[in-house]
């Protein structure tokens, strides 16, 4: 058997043998008996202030390759840069279903107590990984993805569900990660997966978020660094026909991008063997043939665009010295060979109502080329995430709750630090900021309102940095816009000399300009200083405004909206070029999806890896002090553990602490039948913990009595849970009318009256439903106000649509999205003889009121039920022109026409002629078959004014059934019936046949 099915089988089969009693005997004890090096839980340190005991701790644990510690829940992870035998199917079966301490610290204690809790309060968890690039966290975040894998129930049907959950990763490695100095296997894009479970715990689907890949990454490399992972197992592992059809040889030194690292081959990657497993997940997760082939095309041609070239002519313009490459590319992307190549060595200047090529210089011609392979590659792979999500879509509707698992890059500092670097450690500062409001800042607020006496513990609110980077109109993401999008000549040094200007007074930035004598020998001209939570940065400004602005010529996005190759269309859509508007900053995008990350991640119950890196050169066994004592400053471990230790690190809810420990007193045991919180209270006593060892807190008597009515002993209990709820409502509001989502109250309080007046009373689940009647009501008028007249046609238009093909027509889902044109021809497009001809109908019409707010969709497709009233019809309703197919009723020959559609009547005409007009108080119907074929049939009389039936085929079928029927007003006669059409080659003359049949079947012959 091939060792990579070995390797699958092994990871993909759940392996639910029993595990024998004394096996876990064995197993457990021997895993107690290594842990008696130091402590498994930092809490329980002697010495806990003393940052030297924390690291002499973690030292110890470390060499004898204990490398997980907890501090309360958290766990700490060191990367052993070998492997471990802690991994097995047994160590699962070991920690599945075990209470969280009960056994040693591990990455599995973890998985399963969010599983369990997830479980058993039906509520989503989220465990977030972070530490510096090489500390382990990409490792982490598939152990645990194997975990559930393994654990969770499953059945033949979920084993396809689990096995591309797993499969998703080698794919998004290939395409994202790559060597860097720090890491042989860098995430150089941050993902954000859900795993969904059913109410039986079986993962049925998951969905992934990806946040800025770093594109810059496919032209340039430093020194030491790689490319992508994918170009080198295709060259390494591709077969041999794949690579000839490619246009590829197997060595990467043939390639200039591949080459600027200067270290395509690494000992520790088997490119070869990846590749066969990235084949492998590309079958199983559903990757069909002609995308794999598109794929494939892509890749290749970023490796063939790399190897063009240019110089100059004798007017210093350049041009393609070598058209070997060019060739190649144009048959991989499937677009024209001249114009690619004009298109790569001009750009089109729109001056007022014409259109001008401008030749490029040879560095401007580079720039061109380098940013076509971003742009292919960056598009790409987003695409390649949207398609493993489509795979992984689980399609039943009801509620599933879900675990996220955060893998993002870590903080990085370089010899020199980019735009790139910049993005990345603004993500971990907003991540530190999250740590901080879920761990430090809320544990300590939650003792003071408990009443219990607290001392405060400083730690560092890295809000101050945040702020920096982010503030609306004040931030450095805000300045570095204004730069990209004002008029003038702006460079990276404006945009410095606007930072000092600005933010120059702030006491976390520093420029060469701004830093006192000693500091500004380390600081360039073109450089700024960020002091970040994790230490000092300094960025090159350099190349800061090209990255940001992210632009591709026009030209160039025109060769690539017209492509042929099938995931560069989809990449690149046409309604791009129509629109004026100029795209989002790279900078404010990713701003914008970080604000969204920590939105959903502050809906969900937290979990926390924290990974470390133990030293520079990835040698196992080597315990660098000075790099991880900076690494456990910076991640705020020693303030976690101060909190912790000062507040109670082991907390349970009354009824759980009873059940494990009712047989330490006679009174508990075997069975306590009062409240809960009262055995708990006579238990602690017969132990005899002191006063200061534990604490019940204020409202032990209101938790009580939770559940009668208002009164003395409950009111002030009510108050806070009520308060509680509020303020975390407040955090979790639905953003838009399709959120449907709502946080539901305690249902602890169900019998609990809250005075809302002298004379009223008012449960929190009234209070609740009022409030997100008033939230939704609001969220409406809102949506309502912003409902641009345009977009109000647009929606009117696509909700004839869904009447009329919604699970009755293929392709209709994917039409959803696509926004209607007003028309696919302009004006001069037609003859203007044809439109002499037409011109006199435009004149005022009765007109139904489509946007009737309180009429229904089915309605709104039934006039008489509206009122009417005079006026002149949008332009979007008084005419529309497409190009279309006509097939001949006697032969079925296919001829090219127009079709316009006018306030009274349908037009086919061939260029000056108008070869059918189509009156619609004629019209007895319109047909279109179920599948995806753009054919539609208009139902006509044949008399001698009509020559009968048209049939026609069209592009955009939905958007043209849907408006033909509307200026018709005869939504009731289209017809979607099951039908097949095919062609076929016939004496070099290409023949249609059109099978349709109101009953579904096909005619006979």
């Given amino acids: 058997m091939d060792p990579i099915d070995l390797e699958f089988d092994g990871m993909c089969d759940t392996l639910k043998e029993e595990v024998e009693d004394n096996t876990d005997i064995i197993m457990e004890g021997a895993l107690i008996a290594r842990d008696r090096v130091g402590v498994q839980d930092f809490v329980l340190l002697d010495s806990h202030t003393s940052e030297a005991a924390f690291l002499n701790n973690l030292r110890k644990r470390y060499q004898e390759n204990l490398i997980y510690t907890y501090i309360g829940?958290?766990?700490?992870?060191?990367?052993?840069?070998?492997?471990?035998?802690?991994?097995?199917?047994?160590?699962?079966?070991?920690?599945?279903?075990?209470?969280?301490?009960?056994?040693?610290?591990?990455?599995?204690?973890?998985?399963?107590?969010?599983?369990?809790?997830?479980?058993?309060?039906?509520?989503?968890h989220f465990i977030l990984i972070s530490g510096e690039s090489g500390a382990g966290k990409t490792e982490a975040s598939k152990k645990i993805l194997q975990y559930y894998a393994v654990t969770c129930p499953t059945t033949e049907q979920l084993q396809v569900v689990r096995d591309r959950l797993l499969l998703s990763n080698p794919v998004l490695e290939a395409f994202g990660n790559a060597k860097t100095l720090r890491n042989d296997n860098s995430s150089r894009f941050g993902k954000y997966m859900d795993i969904q479970f059913d109410f039986k715990g079986a993962p049925v689907g998951g969905h992934i978020l990806s946040y800025l890949i770093e594109k810059s990454r496919v032209v340039h490399q430093n020194h030491g660094e790689r490319n992508f992972h994918i170009f080198y197992q295709l060259l390494e592992g591709g077969e041999k026909d794949l690579l000839c059809w490619l246009g590829l040889e197997r060595n990467p030194q043939k390639y200039a991008y591949l080459i600027q690292g200067r270290c395509a081959k690494v000992f520790s990657i088997n490119d070869k063997n990846d590749w066969k497993i990235v084949r492998k997940a590309f079958s199983i997760i559903d990757f069909t043939e002609k995308d794999l082939e598109h794929l494939f095309g892509i890749v290749a041609s970023v490796l063939h665009l790399g190897n063009i070239q240019f110089e100059e002519d004798s007017n210093g313009h350049a041009i393609i010295r070598n058209g070997t490459q060019i060739k190649w590319i144009s048959k991989l992307l499937g677009v024209h060979l001249s114009i690619l190549q004009e298109a790569l060595t001009h750009r089109k200047i729109e001056a007022r109502s014409e259109e001008v090529l401008s030749p490029l210089n040879v560095d401007l011609a580079f720039y061109a080329r380098d940013a076509v392979a971003k742009a292919i590659y960056g598009r790409t792979f987003t695409w390649l995430v949207n398609k493993i999500n489509g795979s992984l879509a689980n399609k039943d509707s009801t509620r599933k709750t879900v675990i996220g698992l955060l893998d993002i890059y870590g903080f990085e500092v370089l010899d020199t630090n980019s735009f790139e670097q910049f993005c990345i450690n603004y993500c971990n500062e907003k991540l530190q900021q999250l740590l901080i409001e879920m761990t430090l800042k809320a544990e300590q607020e939650e003792y003071e309102m408990e009443g219990i006496e607290w001392e405060p513990i400083p730690y560092?609110?890295?809000?101050?940095?945040?702020?920096?980077?982010?503030?609306?109109?004040?931030?450095?993401?805000?300045?570095?816009?204004?730069?990209?999008?004002?008029?003038?000549?702006?460079?990276?040094?404006?945009?410095?000399?606007?930072?000092?200007?600005?933010?120059?007074?702030?006491?976390?930035?520093?420029?060469?300009?701004l830093a006192d004598q000693k500091t500004r020998k380390s600081?360039?001209?073109?450089?700024?200083?960020?002091?970040?939570?994790?230490?000092?940065?300094?960025?090159?400004?350099?190349?800061?405004?090209?990255?940001?602005?992210?632009?591709?010529?026009?030209?160039?996005?025109?060769?690539?909206?017209?492509?042929?190759?099938?995931?560069?269309?989809?990449?690149?859509?046409?309604?791009?070029?129509?629109?004026?508007?100029?795209?989002?900053t790279v900078a404010t995008q990713f701003k914008n999806s970080l604000m969204s990350l920590i939105e959903i991640l502050m809906s969900k119950e937290p979990s926390y890896v924290r990974c470390i890196k133990p030293n520079e050169n990835k040698e196992p066994g080597k315990f660098d002090d000075c790099l991880i004592r900076h690494q456990v400053k910076y991640l705020g471990l020693m303030e976690h553990l101060r909190v912790r230790r000062a507040g109670f690190a082991y907390r349970r809810k009354y009824e759980h602490f009873l059940q494990r420990y009712k047989s330490l007193c006679p009174a508990t045991w075997p069975h306590w039948h009062g409240p809960a919180a009262e055995g708990v209270e006579k238990l602690i006593k017969h132990i005899g913990y002191k006063p200061e060892e534990y604490k019940l807190g204020r409202f032990i008597k209101g938790f009580i009595n939770r559940k009668k009515p208002l009164c003395p002993e409950n009111i002030e209990f009510v108050r806070l849970v009520q308060y509680k709820y509020l303020m975390k409502l407040r955090d979790h509001i639905p953003r838009n009318?399709?959120?449907?989502?709502?946080?539901?109250?305690?249902?602890?309080?169900?019998?609990?009256?809250?005075?809302?007046?002298?004379?009223?009373?008012?449960d929190l689940a009234q209070i609740s439903e009022m409030l997100q009647k008033i939230c939704i009501r609001n969220l409406v008028r809102k949506y309502c106000r912003g409902v641009t007249p345009e977009r109000k046609v647009q929606l009117q238009q696509?909700?004839?649509?869904?009447?009329?093909?919604?699970?009755?027509?293929?392709?209709?889902?994917?039409?959803?999205?696509?926004?209607?044109?007003?028309?696919?021809?302009?004006?001069?497009?037609?003859?203007?003889?044809?439109?002499?001809?037409?011109?006199?109908?435009?004149?005022?019409v009765r007109k139904e009121n489509w946007s009737s707010a309180?009429?229904?969709?089915?309605?709104?497709?039934?006039?008489?039920?509206?009122?009417?009233?005079?006026?002149?019809?949008?332009?979007?309703?008084?005419?529309?022109?497409?190009?279309?197919?006509?097939?001949?009723?006697?032969?079925?020959?296919?001829?090219?026409?127009?079709?316009?559609?006018?306030?009274?009547?349908a037009y086919v005409v061939e260029m000056a002629k108008i070869k059918q007009k189509i009156d619609y108080a004629?019209?007895?119907?319109?047909?279109?078959?179920?599948?995806?074929?753009?054919?539609?049939?208009?139902?006509?009389?044949?008399?001698?004014?009509?020559?009968?039936?048209?049939?026609?085929?069209?592009?955009?079928?939905?958007?043209?059934?849907?408006?033909?029927?509307?200026?018709?007003?005869?939504?009731?006669?289209?017809?979607?019936?099951?039908?097949?059409?095919?062609?076929?080659?016939?004496?070099?003359?290409?023949?249609?046949?059109?099978?349709?049949?109101?009953?579904?079947?096909?005619?006979?012959?």
């Fill in 73 to 124: 829940t958290l766990l700490v992870s060191v990367n052993p840069y070998k492997e471990l035998d802690i991994y097995t199917v047994t160590q699962m079966q070991l920690y599945r279903g075990v209470n969280f301490f009960e056994l040693p610290p591990h990455l599995y204690a973890i998985a399963d107590n969010a599983y369990r809790v997830m479980c058993s309060e039906y509520n989503n």
């Fill in 460 to 513: 560092f609110n890295n809000k101050i940095i945040c702020d920096l980077v982010e503030q609306k109109h004040k931030g450095i993401i805000s300045i570095l816009d204004e730069e990209c999008l004002r008029p003038g000549e702006a460079t990276d040094l404006s945009f410095l000399e606007k930072l000092e200007e600005k933010v120059g007074d702030h006491a976390h930035f520093v420029t060469r300009k």
């Fill in 523 to 584: 600081i360039d001209w073109v450089d700024f200083r960020l002091l970040h939570y994790a230490g000092e940065v300094t960025y090159c400004a350099v190349g800061f405004l090209e990255k940001n602005n992210d632009l591709l010529y026009r030209n160039l996005k025109e060769v690539l909206c017209n492509s042929k190759n099938g995931i560069v269309r989809e990449c690149f859509l046409l309604s791009e070029l129509d629109s004026r508007r100029r795209p989002e």
């Fill in 737 to 762: 009318v399709l959120d449907k989502s709502w946080l539901q109250p305690p249902s602890i309080l169900e019998e609990v009256k809250f005075a809302a007046g002298p004379s009223v009373c008012t």
């Fill in 798 to 844: 696509k909700a004839v649509t869904s009447a009329i093909f919604r699970g009755k027509k293929e392709g209709y889902q994917q039409s959803i999205n696509l926004p209607f044109a007003d028309t696919r021809l302009k004006e001069t497009d037609i003859n203007p003889k044809v439109l002499q001809l037409i011109q006199g109908e435009k004149v005022k």
């Fill in 854 to 905: 309180a009429v229904s969709t089915s309605q709104a497709l039934q006039p008489h039920v509206m009122p009417q009233r005079e006026e002149l019809i949008p332009a979007s309703y008084s005419q529309y022109a497409t190009p279309v197919v006509k097939y001949d009723r006697n032969g079925f020959k296919a001829r090219e026409r127009l079709l316009v559609l006018t306030q009274s009547s």
């Fill in 922 to 1005: 004629t019209l007895k119907g319109i047909s279109t078959s179920n599948l995806c074929d753009g054919i539609v049939v208009i139902h006509v009389p044949e008399d001698n004014k009509q020559k009968g039936d048209v049939i026609l085929q069209c592009e955009h079928v939905f958007e043209t059934v849907t408006k033909l029927c509307m200026l018709s007003n005869k939504q009731n006669l289209v017809k979607v019936v099951k039908g097949r059409c095919q062609t076929r080659q016939s004496l070099d003359e290409k023949q249609f046949q059109f099978l349709v049949t109101r009953n579904g079947k096909e005619p006979a012959g």
